[in-house]
């Protein structure tokens, strides 16, 4: 196959939802349809998330699981399919953010009962950032919910974005009677069944056999539906839903493998494949001979004994080779692979060759960080790999002074792999690490102890938010650091960071200096 069929038909995306919606669930079911599993409950469930107060080490033992899960990547129809896996637990939000720079789109999937719920609204956000096309499940239509039309007005004004339903229930919970597929003019009958595939009828909408099928009521409910449906919104266009502007739903319950081939089939058809990336230098067309792609993740083995990570590569333009020299850009190197992973079903295999699209997983002991460049030679950076101003602080103090060189290592390269983000003080020189969640506070002090020799204390700091200043203004801005010589910092890239004890003192700093830009993300 040519180098462009290949990357035309890769759809590489990730599932999103607020824990317990039925993301693992209805990822198993993808799997399920392209034959890369054979029994529902074959994937670990990425149950994190719910020992939400934190046996930590069950959760990295669960990570290291998870690594298997972390890509899968399967056949169907004709497409290559890439799912990348994002962590539920909340504290981890910073690699879910991560993972969605390295998706052409996402499925959002959204509980019938619960509606839009607080992950799901800042997982939207991090999307639209990206301008990423979205489409959504709503699931558990096996149980009592929200009215569907209710629901569809709830997800355009939560996720503010405009939505076309193109599948649509017959009635819900244990009346539900199944759904019409609006995208492709057919029904498909609900008999409740985890495992197999429904058969799908063509059926005329307006003819006697629908309410042979549904009972005369359902039939003239569905057709009242659907026609406000075609009154309410505007013909489906996909165009918008490629321009991040439009997002197509569908009901179903993932549970039941119910309404799930619907999904896949209109997503495969219509989701985006490979996109053109923005790199500091210019823009990188997928179709490029020449090989270059970025980390975006970079994922720890948690076992002392075998302490090596992998780095995990999205493949942004031709076709990576094991065995051939690229160059890493930030070391001006040229390196090879001679073992490098793909994930196929739920194995890691070695693999000759991937494509625009594809994830790669290169062994690593230390030379990448998050957001490094491998090309074929070219430099390039690509952008885009924000960290988020982070929500909880500590100051990190040196509990072992003979281990002082380690400690110090331990923070950097922890630092480079995404863990969390150091600040240090510019004015007591002491250093902060700043994360998005508790756990994170945790699994730091470990590891240092564990694969560095090194030993940390944390310390109480009263910080509400660390964020990036910049100013076109220099006397403006020499004058701020000048007023707030307390509470600046660096980051890790040197720049200047204003950590605000307070909501009312960012709030005071931004209305005394007009020409002060404060940043929320690493990226402005
Ligand atoms: P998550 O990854 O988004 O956190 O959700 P997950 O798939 O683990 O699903 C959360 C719970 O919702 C699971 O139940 C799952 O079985 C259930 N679920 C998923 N899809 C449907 C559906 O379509 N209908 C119904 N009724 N339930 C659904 P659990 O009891 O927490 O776990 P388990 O013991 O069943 O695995």
Redesign the pocket.
Known sequence: MSLESEIKRRRTFAII?H????????TEKLLLFGGAIHVAGAVK???I?KTATSDWMEIEKQRGISVATSVMGFEYRHFKINILDTP?HQDFAEDTYRTLTAVDSVII?VDTAKGVEAQTRKLMNVCRMRNTPVMIFV?????EGKDPFELLDELEAELNIAVRPLSWPINQGFSFKGVYNIYKDNLELYTPNKQKISETLNVDIAGKELAELVGEKDASKLREDLELINGVYNEFDVQEYLSGKLAPVFFG????TFGVKELLDCFVEIAPSPLPVQTQERIVDPYEEAFSGFIFKIHANMDPNHRSCIAFVKVCSGKFERNVNYKHVRHGKMMRFSAPTAFMAQKKETVDEAYAGDIVGLPDTGTFKIGDTLTSGENLHFKGIPSFSPEMFKYIENADPMKTKQLDKGINQLMDEGVAQLFINQFNNRKIIGTVGQLQFEVIQYRLLHEYGAQCRWEPINLHKACWIESDDPEELENFKKRKAQYMAVDKDGRDVFLADSGYVLQMAQNDFENIQFHFTSEF
């Open positions: 939802s824990p317990d919606a039925g993301k693992t669930t209805l469930s990425n149950k998330k539920g999937v699931n558990k239509m096996d149980r319950s993932a549970l039941n």
